[in-house]
Each structure stands twice: as structure tokens, then as C-alpha cells.
């Protein structure tokens, strides 16, 4: 039986050329995100704000926000959040204000009983203190900027100086821009985000030192061939793998969107998202900033040559696709 052929074998895209577009393109994204980070902030969720999450469905066709908004701000409870959880029956109470001890924590939750009356069902009930919450979030900040470093070094040991600073932006590029869908669109930023965050870590730099090894083979066998060039074969010839890869996790990702409840939904859309950003930084950020950091085979041919204490292959250029 013949091999369906999704995508072309061979293609023979100028990926190098639209790096003028590209880039730019990037740096507004980044410095969108940065201005969202400082003017809007990120919708923080229980685990880093600290506060009791009530989770209750009315047994009435459709809750009354409006209503319900004023019984709850009669029960003097302070900072109280109100929004559709799911379905219109669904709601999720947040109160920002928690009790110094687990007595306290349940007297909030009592008055929030109190004020929903026979008509809502609790279903669930989260709280996390003051100390809990911001220690979560020092926690978390350590593990994105220890996860960062042990790319960095790596990448350095694995390669050149030049794709691990690149492999670095690219991932860089990447979060900023799932923390700017965070931000605009107001998605719950809580713990489940830096597991997704990490995920998308994870597969942003599969993706890039994929292509990475790629270019460092063809450095290694026609050094004679212009870099631009050269990067525009090393990613053609990846290209297809890269799109058949991406594709098929995005699928996955809008399964999980679609189907996995209200819980996973924050999750899955910063999965899509980074799934997307990802398989473009890693063919139009990833391989042309090597230019821009002065990537030349003599590096890579010298290194090799230091470890092995052989010379490379010498060829002029690889067969056109």
C-alpha cells in the first residue's frame, strides 16, 4: 500500500527572507505581552492570591448573577468574585479575604451558604492562606527560571554558545506570548498554568533542537554554502515533520478544550496557543537568530574537531529538493 503523502517530502521555502517581517513581528508581540503584564496584569486564581473557592449549582434553570451578587454583598464577605462556571446553572464564588485559621476559613464558608440559600448546591469548596499562596508563587518562579538555566547550559555543552542564547530567546518568545493570551483574555492564572507553561517549555525546545541538530549536521558537511542558505535547507527539510507533530498535538489540545470540562479548559487553550507559537518560533525565530549571532561552520567544525580529533566531511552543497 503507497504512503499518503500529507505534506510535501521536499519543499524549498525561503524561510531566511521572511526573517525581516518575522521578527519584527515577534518583538511587537513581546512587547505587547510586557505592556499587558504591567497595565493589566493576570487574572490570579486561588492558588496565588490566597482566598476560599466555592463552587456551586443552582437548581433553578439559570443563576442569577445579579442577584446573587447582592446577597453576597449584604453577608460582608469583602472582595467577592462572581462568574459562570460551565453551564448558566454553575457558578464560582471567589472571596478574597480568608480567615487566619481553619476556623475562620469555615465561617466564610458558612456565610456563603447562608447567602445562597435552598436554591444553589455547594459542590466544592477550595481555600488556600496568605502564606500558602505566596509561597506558591516563589516556588513557581523558581522552577520556570531553574528550568531556563538547565536549558541554557545544556544547550551549551550540547552545541554552540549561539543555539543555546537562541534556543534561550526562543523559548523566551514562546511564554511571553502564552502569558499575553493569559492576560487578554483574562484566564485563571493559577498552578495548573505553570504546569502548562512547563509543558509548553518542554515542547518548544523539542521542537527547536530538532532543528538545531539538523543544522549543525549540515555545518558539519557543506561549509561552503552561505548561512541563510544553508538554515533554509536544515528547516525545509524538517518542515514537514514539524508541521505533522504540531498538528496532531493541537488536535489533542482541542480534545482536551472540547471535552475535558471546565477544570482543564484554562490548560488545554494555553496548550493550543503554545503549541502554535511554538512551531513558529522554531522555524522563523529559532534558526534565523543564528545569523544574527554570527554562527559560522569554522565553529562547529573546530568543536568537532576538538573532540574527535578528526576532520569533517567536505561537500559544496546538498542535492536541490
Known amino acids: 500500500m503507497p504512503l499518503i503523502n500529507y505534506l ?17 513581528l515577534s518583538a511587537l508581540m513581546t512587547l505587547l505581552a ?37 446577597q453576597l454583598t449584604d453577608s460582608d464577605l469583602g472582595d467577592v468574585q462572581i462568574q459562570e462556571f460551565g453551564s448558566a446553572r454553575d457558578v464560582l464564588i471567589r472571596v478574597g479575604r480568608v480567615g487566619a485559621d481553619d476556623a475562620g476559613q469555615q465561617a466564610i464558608v458558612d456565610k456563603v451558604r447562608t447567602a445562597l440559600g435552598q436554591d444553589f448546591t455547594v459542590r466544592r469548596v477550595e481555600t488556600v492562606g496568605p502564606s500558602v499562596s505566596s509561597e506558591l508563587v516563589r516556588q ?3 522552577a520556570l527560571v531553574l528550568g531556563a538555566v538547565v536549558v541554557l547550559i545544556y544547550l551549551w555543552f550540547r552545541f554552540e554558545w549561539q543555539f543555546a542564547v537562541g534556543a534561550l530567546v526562543t523559548t523566551a518568545h514562546d511564554i511571553f506570548v502564552t502569558l499575553l493570551i493569559y492576560s487578554a483574555l483574562g484566564i485563571d492564572f493559577d498552578l495548573t498554568s505553570i504546569a502548562a507553561i512547563l509543558t509548553i ?7 527547536t533542537v530538532v532543528v538545531y541538530d ?10 561552503k554554502i552561505p548561512l ?27 480534545a482536551l478544550y472540547l471535552f475535558g470540562g471546565e477544570v482543564l479548559r484554562g490548560f488545554s487553550l494555553a496548550m493550543a496557543v503554545g503549541v502554535i507559537i511554538g512551531t513558529y518560533s522554531t522555524i522563523f525565530v529559532a534558526a534565523p537568530i543564528l545569523i544574527h549571532l554570527g554562527l559560522r561552520s569554522s ?10 580529533g578528526g576532520e569533517s566531511k567536505d561537500a559544496s552543497r546538498p542535492a536541490k529538493a
Do not use: C
Open 8 to 24: 510535501p517530502a521536499h519543499t524549498n521555502i525561503g524561510f531566511m527572507r521572511l526573517r525581516r517581517v518575522t521578527f519584527p
Open 34 to 70: 510586557v505592556a499587558m503584564f504591567v497595565t493589566v496584569g493576570f487574572n490570579l486564581g486561588i492558588d496565588f492570591r490566597g482566598g476560599t473557592l466555592i463552587e456551586a449549582q443552582s437548581s433553578q434553570q439559570a443563576a442569577d448573577l445579579s442577584v446573587l451578587r447582592e
Open 140 to 142: 513557581s518562579i523558581l
Open 201 to 207: 517549555m518542554g515542547y518548544s525546545l523539542n521542537d
Open 214 to 223: 539538523r543544522i549543525r549536521e549540515m555545518l558539519r558537511r557543506y561549509k
Open 228 to 254: 541563510p542558505e544553508l538554515l533554509d535547507i536544515a528547516v525545509n527539510a524538517t518542515f514537514s515533520r514539524t508541521i505533522i507533530v504540531s498538528l496532531t498535538t493541537f488536535l489533542a489540545t482541542m
Open 299 to 308: 565553529t562547529v567544525v573546530g568543536k568537532e574537531a576538538a573532540e574527535e
